[in-house]
């Protein structure tokens, strides 16, 4: 069983940065890939960026792309997303999920196994 724990939400200005992290625990954790979502209130979960565990290799939402940054540290079994330059846009829940069997396309939300509780961003204007 794998669990997943964010931190690092809060209230930012616009313009400004943050960074979430997500702690990973469970047996022998080696997932594919892990990846960052957000919901805003009244909308779908979208996916904002993912990582494979592995390789390292990158994905981005148009949306975040110049702005924010994923990152793992394999050693610590921890996922980050550093977001720069924020916008009220911006403002979510924020979740962290993990592939661990390797099926599905990483910008897909059926693609991933297990999720957080998620982290409120809220960027104000």
């Known amino acids: 069983q794998v669990q997943l724990v964010e931190s690092g939400g809060g209230l930012v200005q616009a313009g400004g940065s943050l960074r979430l992290s997500c702690a990973a625990s469970g047996r022998s954790f080696s997932p594919a890939a892990m990846g960052w979502f957000r919901q805003a209130p009244g909308k779908e979960r979208d996916f904002v960026a993912a990582?494979?565990?592995?390789?390292?290799?990158?994905y981005y939402a148009d949306s975040v792309k110049g702005r924010f940054t994923i990152s793992r540290d394999n050693t610590k079994n921890t996922l980050y997303l550093q977001m720069n330059s924020l916008k009220p846009e911006d403002t979510a829940v924020y979740y962290c999920?993990?592939?661990?069997?390797?099926?599905?396309?990483?910008?897909?939300?059926?693609?991933?196994?297990?999720w957080g509780q998620g982290t409120q961003v809220t960027v104000s204007s």
């Open positions: 999920a993990a592939d661990i069997d390797y099926i599905g396309s990483y910008y897909n939300m059926p693609a991933y196994d297990y």
């Open positions: 990582v494979t565990w592995h390789g390292g290799f990158t």
